[in-house]
C-alpha cells in the first residue's frame, strides 16, 4: 500500500522583542522609507536573551507541532533541523531538540542548505516516509540571524529576523500531502551569500574576528536577480511535477526575503493572484529556513488553509540553492483543542525528560568509573600492530621509516 507525508502539526515561535525598522535608524545610517520601499520590512524578532538559542527555538516549536498532531516525543522516528545559525559547529543542533523534547526513539541531525533548508528537509522526510524507514518525522527550520549578521552593515543587518517553525510528518494511507519536490544547487555563485570564516577554508584567527568575517557577506543585487528567476522557474517544474497547473494552486508561501522578489517572480511571472501569495515578511524580515514554517503557521490561523486545498512553498538561498515543494493539504484545520489532561500528561514528559538528561549528564561524569569498559586496557589486536597503527606498532613504523 502506497505510503503519503501528510503535515499533520505545525507550530512557530519568535522572540519577544520587537526591532523597528525606526529602531534601526539609531543604530546604523538607514531609514524605515529605505527598508520598507526596498523590502517590504517593517520589523523583525530579536532574541535579545542570551538564553533563548536556536534550539530553544526549534524546541518550542516543534513541541508545539506535537501538540496540533497529538503526538508523543517518544513516537518520533526523526529529527531534521534545518539551520544556518546553529548552536555549534557540532553537536547537531537537531541533537539538542531531541533531548530536550525527550524524543527517545528519534535519530537526528542538522541540514544545511541556508534558506532553502526547510523545503529540502520536507523532500527528505517525505522519502523517509514513503519508504516506509520513519513513521513520524519533525522538520524544524530555526534560525538566530541576529547573532551572524554585522550589525554595523546597513546592506545585511536590516534584512534579517530570528524565529522558528516546525511541521510534524506522519505517513499516511490517505493520498496527497507532499506531492512533488524539486531540488536545485548552483555551487559557482557560493560567495554571492556566505559566512567566510570559521570553517576549514577560514579557521578562526584573531584576523578572521577583527577582520568582521564570522558575519553574513552578500552581494544584495546579484541575489536579488537569482532569486526572481528561480522562484518563478522552480514553482512551474514542481507544478508540473505533480501532475497540476498554476491555476490548481489555492496559495503560495515564498521564502519571505523580499516583497520586491515575490512581487517580480510569482506574481508578475507566474500571473498567480497577489491573493493567493501569502507574505507576513512585514513583521518578521528574513528568517531564512524558518521562513515558510512561520508564514505556513499564519496562514493556517488566519483561515487561509483548508483541507484539499494545493500549496506551493518556494524557496532560495545561499548557496546558492533553491526547492520548491507541491502539498495537498490533508489536516483538518482548525485542529480540536486537546483535554487539558493531556496537555499536563504531555507537560510532564517534557519535565521527565530535562530531568533525565540531567540525570544521564551526571552519570557520564562517573562513566569512567566503569567497571566494564577500561579504556586504558583496551588493545588493538595484532594485525593493527603490524600495519603500524597500534602503541608498538606506531614505535616499530617510526623506527623502519628513519632507518
Ligand atoms: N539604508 C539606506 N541605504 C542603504 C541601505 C540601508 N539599509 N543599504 C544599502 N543602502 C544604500 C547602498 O549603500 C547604496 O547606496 P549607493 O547607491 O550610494 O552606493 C544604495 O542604497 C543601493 O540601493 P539600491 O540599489 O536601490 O538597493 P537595492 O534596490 O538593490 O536593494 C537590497 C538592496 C539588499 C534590499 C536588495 O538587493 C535585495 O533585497 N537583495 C536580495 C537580498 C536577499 O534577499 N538576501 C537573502 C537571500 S535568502
Known sequence: MARYAQIVGWGCYVPERVLTNRDLEGIIDTSDDWIFSRTGIRERRIATNPRETTATMATKAAAAALRVAGVSANEVDLIICSTSSPEHQFPATACLVQDALGAEHAGAFDLSAACSGFVYALTLARSMIATGAAQNVLVIGSETLSRIVDWSDR????????????????????????????????????????LPAGGSRMPTTLETVTGRQHYVKMDGAAVFRFATRIMATATREVVQKAGLTLDDIDLIIPHQANARIIESSVHRQLKIPREKIFINLERYGNTSTASIPLALCEAIESGRIKKNDHLVFVSFGAGLTWAATAIKWGAPVPV??????KEAQRQGAYGAARARSTVRRLLRKYDSLAEDIRVSEIELPERFR???LGKRGVKKHEQNGNE
Not at 517553525?165 to 555551487?187: C, F, K, Q, W
Not at 480540536?336 to 489532561?341: G, I, L, V
Request: proline share 4%; charged share 10%; glycine share 20%.
Open 155 to 194: 546592506t545585511t543587518c536590516v534584512l534579517f529576523g530570528d524565529g522558528a517553525g516546525a511541521v510534524l510528518l506522519s505517513a499516511s494511507e490517505e493520498p496527497g500531502g507532499i506531492l512533488a519536490s524539486v531540488l536545485g544547487s548552483d555551487g559557482s555563485g557560493g560567495e554571492l551569500l556566505s
Open 336 to 341: 480540536s483543542q486537546p483535554k487539558w489532561w
Open 386 to 388: 603490524v600495519l603500524g
